[in-house]
């Protein structure tokens, strides 16, 4: 053969390997998702259902003979069928679930590690999301979740009415806010109340758990040890932050139907301007005040004690359970939802840190609730029975608002139902 | 012998046409009670153990509820009876515009139990209700219906009674239609006041619609569900908490099904026990009238 048939043959094969390599290197980043991908959220959020709706448009388009099935599941079930149907073997592909839920799944085995899967799409999940975000989804270094959303909790209030009585700052601590909330309170001439300074939720127990729980670590308390073995919740902080909650309502500075109202019928009471001020997480206020132009709202840091209160964390995860069908496909889905492009769609608010630090998440209604959620939140002690844990401070609250049992009763008796929570979970 | 077994069966028996209903109710029910008996008496992890009744048993949460839904059942079939049988005697009396009213009174019966709470949940809003502002206005009280832990259970029976009356009216009224107006013409030649008629002649003829009516009331009260998982989520201080949210608390939205089954089948078995008093009563107290 002649050189330069030789160099050419040698040149042939040096492109093909390399060739070929590619082909690999595209294979392992390309998964393999013909088929169905099943995928089961609340369709609650209207953005939520458009990102979810677009990313379906597109893994149809980019995977031919992938379909995507979106199926909507009421809010209020959606985390029992989720656990029913995964723990019958018969789950979907992709979970959305609250962020409460996804430590009690991850516990009792019913998820599937993502680290290996969203690697394979040249995901770093610890490098683009807070680290903290995965406290309740992860046994070491093995990810069970990814972070599709994250909240945290700050004061809302109706500037107009601030201005009004003269108000300039937003209350920063208890004492201010308890001074605010009887300047603000307003009474017509015969003596009733036409606007209360602060709302407060009385009922429902997540409402609740949302917004006692954070000033009674303001207090410098805890429901329990970080072990989870033992409850703390009989202290001398506890006491404070029920004190401190109850005053709003014995004053009449809060609601007189404060027990019988949620955090949906006092946000409401907060929109018609009955009320001014309370806290609420971003989606209601945006979607109901800022979107409906009904007044100016301020956003301003969650007061506690001394400073501003650390918030607990809300939001929502992407998770697959380890009985799905198509976990490859799964995991394009989840990589298309909590991709830059795909949390830019108004979710709110976007757990992925680039899109969280950048344009409309820094400004003046958006800002506070950003430097909550990077600064000032933590996850819920993470309760097997959460919805039990839940009732158990619903009722230690309405106790004392009813005054059916004095505080310290109260908390004795919430403290013995958490600590057998505690014992439960832990035998188990 | 197999021949004869075969020709036995080829022979049409009534029993045949009872098959279908049978596999239906037996997947359908006797299944689900049989598997939730199963659950009760073994751990999550499949072990057998009588742990979750002693659970149960000691927990103060459970007896709240149970003695919350004998409140409920005093409360809601007494309201229902006594309403139910006072529209019924007044339709009865034929009036003009009587067919109207009855049509009228058939709202509440028809209307979507979730919108009938959500309504009065509204209207007895300490704030904003309607019912709360009427009310103490006029009498110038300051009730707040739903806040108080030891009336709160009243007001939501109060919902109920106005939702299921309508239904017993109809019922009793069918019953006072099968009477003849010759008992009470010759009562009145006989001089017998109205009250007379009404505890001689009309309560005791209609007894036996009155025995099944009020066993059907009892059973569907001590099932309620709905009335206080909308209106007051089991509070205030879990005074409304009925046996039928405890299960759903504990069984579902708890995600313990062994514990919610154990809750569940302790339930049946009350239900049962009560059925079974209450026949025996009433079948005396029928033959004692009759």
């Not at chain 1, 959020?45 to 031919?64: C, D, F, G, M, T």
């Not at chain 1, 409460?100 to 019913?110: C, H, I, R």
């Not at chain 1, 007044?295 to 969650?302: I, W």
Request: aromatic share 10%; glycine share 6%; hydrophobic share 45%.
């Amino acid at each position: 053969m002649r050189l330069i048939q030789k160099v050419m043959l040698l040149l042939l094969c040096l492109a093909m390997t390399i060739s070929l390599s590619c082909q690999t290197v595209l294979a392992e980043k390309q998964l393999d998702i013909k088929g169905e991908i099943v995928v089961w959220y609340a369709g609650a959020s209207e953005s939520r259902v458009e990102l979810y709706q677009w990313a379906k448009e597109k893994i149809e388009a980019e995977y031919p003979g992938t379909t995507v099935t979106l199926e909507v599941i009421p809010m209020a079930e959606l985390a029992s069928r989720q656990m029913t149907a995964c723990q019958s073997n018969m789950g979907p592909d992709v979970m959305s679930q609250p962020i409460a839920a996804t430590n009690g799944f991850m516990k009792l085995g019913l998820l599937e590690p993502v680290n290996e899967l969203m690697q394979r799409l040249d995901r770093n999940l610890l490098e683009e999301f807070n680290p903290d975000f995965f406290e309740l989804m992860r046994e070491g270094d093995t990810l069970y979740g990814v972070p599709q959303s994250r909240t945290a909790l700050a004061l809302v209030y109706n500037k107009a009415m601030f201005e009004e009585a003269g108000l300039t700052e937003p209350p920063k601590n208890w004492n201010e806010v308890q001074e605010y909330a009887k300047q603000l309170t307003k009474k017509d001439n015969e003596g009733n109340t036409v606007v209360y300074g602060l709302g407060l939720p009385g009922t429902s127990g997540s409402h609740i758990w949302y917004r006692i729980i954070p000033e009674i670590w303001g207090a410098g308390g805890d429901i329990c040890n970080s072990e989870m073995t033992q409850a703390t919740l009989d202290s001398e902080a506890t006491k404070k932050a029920l004190e401190y909650y109850k005053s709003f309502y014995e004053n009449g500075t809060a609601p007189r139907s404060m027990v019988e109202n949620d955090q949906t019928a006092t946000s409401q009471m907060f929109a018609s301007g009955a009320v001014a001020m309370t806290i609420e997480n971003v989606t209601w206020i945006r979607n109901n005040v800022v979107r409906e132009n009904l007044f100016d709202v301020g956003v301003a840091l969650y007061p506690g004690m001394n400073g501003t209160n650390v918030a607990g964390l809300g939001g929502w995860n992407a998770c697959i359970p380890s009985s799905a069908k198509n976990k490859e496909g799964a995991a394009v889905f989840i990589d298309l939802i909590t991709s830059k492009e795909g949390m830019e769609q108004q979710l709110l608010m976007p757990a992925l840190t680039e899109v969280l630090e950048a344009g409309d998440w820094t400004d003046d209604f958006y800002g506070p609730y950003s430097k909550m959620l990077a600064e000032y939140s933590r996850d819920f002690p993470a309760f097997e029975n959460a919805a039990a844990a839940q009732t158990v401070i619903m009722n230690m609250v309405q106790s004392i608002l009813t005054d059916s049992a004095d505080i310290s009763s109260a908390i004795a008796s919430a403290n013995v139902e958490i600590q057998e929570l505690l014992d439960q979970q832990n035998v188990e | 012998m197999f021949t004869r077994l075969l020709q036995a069966l080829k022979k049409e028996r009534v029993i045949y046409y009872f098959i279908p209903a049978a596999i239906v109710l037996s997947s359908l029910a006797v299944y689900p009670l049989l598997n939730n008996l199963w659950l009760s008496l073994h751990t999550k992890t499949g072990k057998p153990s009588i742990a979750n009744y002693s659970r149960l048993f000691k927990d103060k949460w459970f007896w709240n509820s149970i003695a919350v839904t004998g409140k409920w059942m005093l409360l809601s079939v007494t309201g229902e009876l006594l309403v139910g049988l006072i529209l019924s005697n007044l339709i009865n009396l034929r009036l003009k515009g009587t067919k109207l009213f009855r049509t009228i009174l058939m709202i509440p019966w028809m209307t979507p139990m979730i919108a009938v709470c959500t309504i009065w949940a509204w209207m007895y809003n300490g704030d904003f209700g309607i019912l709360n502002y009427g009310i103490n206005q006029l009498f110038g009280t300051n009730i707040l219906f739903l806040s108080k832990p030891q009336t709160a259970i009243v007001w939501l029976s109060v919902v109920y009674i106005w939702k299921r009356s309508s239904f017993n009216m109809l019922m009793y009224l069918s019953g006072l239609q099968g009477i003849s107006d010759d008992i009470y013409d010759a009562c009145k030649v006989d001089g017998a006041p109205w009250y007379t008629q009404l505890f001689k002649i009309t309560l005791p003829l209609i007894f036996p619609i009155i025995r099944s009516v009020l066993l059907i009331s009892i059973i569907t009260a001590i099932n309620q569900f709905t009335i206080p998982y909308s209106i007051t989520r089991g509070g205030p201080s879990r005074s409304t908490e009925l046996i039928q949210m405890y299960i759903y608390n504990t069984g579902i939205a708890g995600f313990q099904y062994n514990y919610g089954a154990t809750a569940s089948t302790v339930f049946i078995a009350i239900v049962l026990c009560l059925a079974v008093v209450y026949i025996f009563v009433t079948d005396k107290a029928e033959e004692d009238i009759y």
